[in-house]
């Protein structure tokens, strides 16, 4: 059973609900948040029921759940949600399309990119400053003089920013520049970064963990959302199986099974999964066609330049073919509202193929 305080509730008000919980002969967890304080309750649920918390004083919701991840559950909340990043929704109605190089190499590359990503109708521009390499001797990223170049990057185009933070540590710094902070599948369970996001005020883009079942996902979502932020997008980005021809394997069934445990949006990364230019775009028509909220790619002005993933950045007549399919495929599975810009590039790529 979770209590959800109001906005404005007191740590008096909180305190009432432990102590009635504690009466009871059971335990209350306080978990305080940015923008609320939530309260976890474990015991006896049946008798907790005759306590009429509800009614207490600063209690706005009391949710009895069975799943083990219970803020994020569809028992929690059953509509959909949709997550602003900066203004930009994600959710059931709108298919946004974040694009960047995936790793923020230099100005100008990060600012051709964006370019890129804009005018192929990106709404929200993706790019690392911190790279978790799984080699040591691979590049790690400019560190904050890449999450500047993104801020840069951002004041020039208008476009949001989606960042990786790799340390708890450095959360908050990563988050005084970025719109949404992502967690990478290598630290979905950084149980101290997830913690630390969960406090940071901003909404945050949770990876599936390459070898994470979709229950662990969501208790991984779970660990934010019990620090008071429900500003989660989770991202399907390939898990590991014993198919070597890929990168990784896409687990398309994991889009509509997770959207059927969770309200929050779900996206899919293709460009990591495949690992492969030529497979982004036909995993990005099935994860569109499967009911993905949003798709995040990889692109790079010059790929065999790339310091990071090069052999599947997406160029420009990639990210305009990209267009089309999402422009086409789009009003298909419901998602009426898309960036206007992504159905007139999508309209032209199409034009370009019939002269072609
Ligand atoms: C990335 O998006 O840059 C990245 C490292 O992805 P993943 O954590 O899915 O490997
Ligand atoms: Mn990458």
């Not at 040591?136 to 949001?160: H, K, S």
């Not at 005084?176 to 883009?205: H, I, W």
């Not at 293709?270 to 982004?280: E, M």
Request: charged share 20%; hydrophobic share 45%.
């Amino acid at each position: 059973m979770v209590v959800v305080m109001a906005a404005d509730a007191t740590d008096e008000q909180a305190g009432g609900v432990v102590e009635l919980v504690r009466k009871a002969g059971g335990d209350a967890f306080v978990s305080r948040g940015v923008s609320r304080t939530i309260i976890g309750l474990t015991g006896d649920v049946d008798h907790f029921a005759t306590l009429n918390l509800a009614s207490q004083p600063g209690v706005s919701d009391v949710v009895r759940i069975s799943v083990p991840y219970k803020l994020v559950s569809r028992e929690h909340r059953r509509e959909r949600s949709v997550i602003r990043v900066a203004g930009v929704p994600i959710g059931p109605d709108t298919l946004t399309v974040i694009a960047g190089p995936c790793a923020v190499e230099t100005a100008e590359q990060t600012l051709e990119s964006a370019r890129m990503a804009k005018a192929a109708g990106a709404s929200l521009l993706r790019g690392g400053a911190y790279k978790p390499r799984s080699s040591p001797y691979a590049f790690q990223g400019l560190g904050e003089a890449g999450l500047r170049i993104l801020a840069d990057v951002r004041a020039e185009t208008g476009l949001p920013v989606v960042t990786e933070v790799v340390d708890p540590g450095d959360v908050d710094l990563v988050a005084s520049y970025a719109d949404m902070l992502q967690v990478g599948t290598r630290n979905m369970q950084n149980f101290p970064l997830l913690q630390a996001v969960g406090g940071a005020g901003k909404p945050v883009m949770l990876k599936r963990g390459m070898n994470a079942t979709i229950e662990e996902w969501l208790m991984a979502a779970e660990y934010i959302a019990q620090r008071g932020n429900l500003d989660i997008v989770l991202c399907e980005r390939g898990i590991r199986t014993f198919e070597k021809a890929t990168r990784n394997t896409l687990d398309i069934s994991a889009v509509p099974v997770a959207q059927r445990l969770s309200h929050l949006p779900v996206i899919v990364d293709p460009s990591h999964s495949g690992g492969r230019r030529d497979l982004v775009l036909p995993l990005s028509r099935a994860a569109i066609a499967v009911g993905a909220d949003g798709i995040i790619v990889d692109v790079h002005p010059r790929p065999e330049a790339a310091l990071c993933d090069g052999p599947q950045a997406l160029i420009e007549s990639d990210l305009r073919e990209l267009a089309s399919v999402a422009a086409h495929l789009s009003p298909l599975v419901g998602r009426t509202r898309v960036n206007p810009c992504l159905t007139a590039t999508g309209a032209r790529a199409n034009l370009v193929g019939q002269l072609a």
